[in-house]
């Protein structure tokens, strides 16, 4: 869509009906709400200033660029967003030339603009084109963007960064002094000032250089932009986000400025939709819900593996006060929200930062308290080397609960939750494990409560396989337990969630077969697999995990090393690709998981 010749009441119509767009969509797909609402204004500007076929247009997380999407020659999909086959809710290179980068996970777009901004350089393009950045205050918390802003303050590459800031209270504290303030900095008259003065001084010494810094400084002393401009970055705001003409004149300026300029923009989330408007963290990401209302169309009546896991940490914290905890910005999807306002001294939201999770759980550890990390598996990822370097290097007994384990729907390739056992079960020291319904849940996180080692347990989005199976009986280290036994020459070998899929695939089979809940991938029951390679010699693995590396790989490293090589193994893990976004059981059906499909490759 060509908006350069729009007139400002043309974009502000643009917006409105952008965001009509945008609420009607999400609150029949579901999707990101409050903070892509809040970002409207800031992305038709940027279209309006910039044009993303040359400039990198870069967005953090990306769950916020709805707008750029619709823009973007976009507006006739965009009723497939989030769906198996349609558009995704994250910016995605092989969907559109003008999304510059895949985005999921959150602190990346600076270190990203920075090497555009690089690259650009040795091109001799500089003239011509310059990384944009959008990044929300909260994004601001991880550690990786103060990497990239320190090189970028000594490199001084052009570079625009939109700080996105709609929840934080940055600039509250100062009142309208700071807005005056602000807004004479990010006039043209005070830069040329600032140049000119610059330049003057530099004739006269290093006395009228001093002085001419510390009025600088006094002058934005006042200012919420002294941390950035003392990093070599050239600060500008705030600024009213939801006014087009204010900014669409500030990008303008920091465009002509040719130097690394944060512009910090102040945006109300859920903009345009009163009932979501504010920081109510609901609203950040939604299923369907009745637009009306606000009210959410569909509630699973079954209890969610999270919720599970809230009771069961909120039974063990109230009986044994060792037991902390911490989570990265997840408070409510990881179940922590609870625990964190029963007892507040002793449960942490720690930001976007998974490394400074890890590693502070560690030291807690290491004190003698019973820390339980609870991180989504995907976002494990990200504290890996602390995981190794801080924690199973000094045998520290962390509890790594890992919510969202598999298949996570709509979110796709960034958040599916396959690799944690893959790359946890190299490591020394780990121990991984794994319940399968809501009392093998409590059970295993029991074990946890009293294990003195580094361990990990998994569990998926949603519900447990709902299943008549055998009562489960007590955690114990290595021991697995076999739910069916027959005499058939198949064993059916289930690791967590993956011991209902096994059920009901071995409820729709023509043949009777054994059923081993593994239970512990790292360190596996070596007794009992010694058993069952007597009396079984077709293996069928099930585990919502990725094959390189996963359960299957563990089994078959196991028969090979006690020379077992007459037991054939087949792995129904997933294979070794990213897996789309879409309703989770059209993606299990496209990539042949339903129990039905299953049956049949039996």
Wanted: charged content about 25%.
């Amino acid at each position: 869509m060509d908006i350069k010749d729009k007139s400002i009441k043309e974009l502000e119509v643009l917006c409105g009906d952008i965001r009509d767009e945008i609420l009607r969509v999400v609150s029949k797909n579901g999707g990101h709400l409050s903070s892509t609402l809040g970002a409207t204004e800031l992305i038709v500007a940027m279209h309006k200033v910039f044009d993303s076929k040359k400039d990198p247009f870069i967005f953090d997380v990306s769950h916020q660029s709805y707008a750029h999407k619709l823009l973007t020659n976009r507006w006739e999909q965009f009723d497939t967003l989030r769906q198996f086959g349609g558009i995704s809710g994250y910016t995605k290179p092989s969907e559109s030339d003008d999304d510059y980068f895949v985005a999921g996970h959150s602190s990346t777009s600076i270190s990203l603009g920075v090497g555009a901004a690089k690259a650009i350089a040795l091109k001799g393009e500089q003239e011509s084109r310059v990384p944009v950045v959008m990044i929300g205050d909260g994004s601001m918390t991880a550690g990786m963007v103060y990497e990239a802003l320190n090189e970028l303050g000594d490199r001084k590459y052009p570079m625009i960064i939109i700080l996105n800031d709609n929840e934080m209270s940055i600039a509250k504290p100062i009142g309208a002094l700071s807005k005056m303030l602000s807004s004479a900095m990010a006039s043209p008259f005070y830069q040329k000032f600032k140049t000119h003065t610059e330049n003057f001084v530099e004739h006269f010494g290093e006395s009228a250089r001093y002085m001419a810094k510390r009025m600088e400084e006094s002058f934005k002393l006042i200012t919420p932009g002294i941390m950035f401009e003392e990093m070599g970055v050239e600060y500008i705001g705030p600024v009213d986000g939801h006014n087009l003409k204010s900014i669409i004149d500030t990008l303008n300026l920091a465009k002509n400025l040719k130097k690394p300029v944060i512009v910090h923009v102040q945006t109300l989330k859920g903009k345009g939709y009163e009932i979501a408007e504010g920081h109510e963290e609901k609203w950040h990401g939604v299923g369907p819900f009745d637009i009306e209302n606000g009210n959410a169309f569909k509630k699973s009546s079954t209890k969610s593996a999270t919720q599970i896991y809230t009771e069961a940490l909120m039974h063990l914290a109230k009986n044994n006060e060792k037991i902390v905890g911490a989570t990265a910005a997840m408070p409510s999807g990881t179940g922590l929200s609870e625990l964190m306002q029963t007892y507040p001294d002793r449960f942490w939201d720690v930001a976007i930062a998974e490394q400074h999770a890890v590693t502070s759980m560690a030291a807690l550890a290491k004190e003698g308290f019973k820390p339980f990390c609870t991180i989504y598996s995907t976002f494990l990822q990200r504290g890996y080397d602390q995981v190794i370097h801080d924690t199973c290097l000094m045998d520290l007994p962390v509890v790594f609960a890992l919510d969202r384990a598999g298949i996570v729907g709509e979110d796709g390739e960034t958040h599916q939750g396959v690799f944690d056992i893959s790359f946890l079960r190299l490591i020394p020291n780990m121990t991984l494990f794994a319940p399968r319904d809501e009392k093998s849940f409590h059970q295993a996180m029991a074990f946890a409560a009293e294990y003195e080692h580094p361990c990990s347990l998994r569990y998926p989005r949603g519900s447990f396989y709902q299943n008549d199976l055998p009562e489960s009986l007590p955690f114990k280290l290595a021991k697995s337990q076999l739910l069916i036994s027959d005499d058939s020459d198949t064993l059916f070998i289930g690791y967590g969630n993956g011991v209902g899929r096994a059920y009901e695939t071995s409820k729709l089979v023509d043949k009777k077969v054994s059923l081993l809940d593994l239970r512990f991938v790292k360190p596996l029951d070596e007794e009992m697999l010694l058993e069952m390679a007597k009396r079984h010699k077709r293996w069928f693995i099930f585990s919502d995990s990725s094959k390189m590396g996963g359960v299957g790989s563990a089994i078959l490293e196991f028969l090979a090393d006690k020379k077992i090589f007459d037991i054939e193994v087949v792995s129904f893990e997933y294979e070794d690709k990213f897996i789309t976004h879409g309703n989770t059981k059209l993606v299990e059906e496209s990539l042949g998981l339903l129990p039905e499909q299953l049956a049949k490759r039996v």
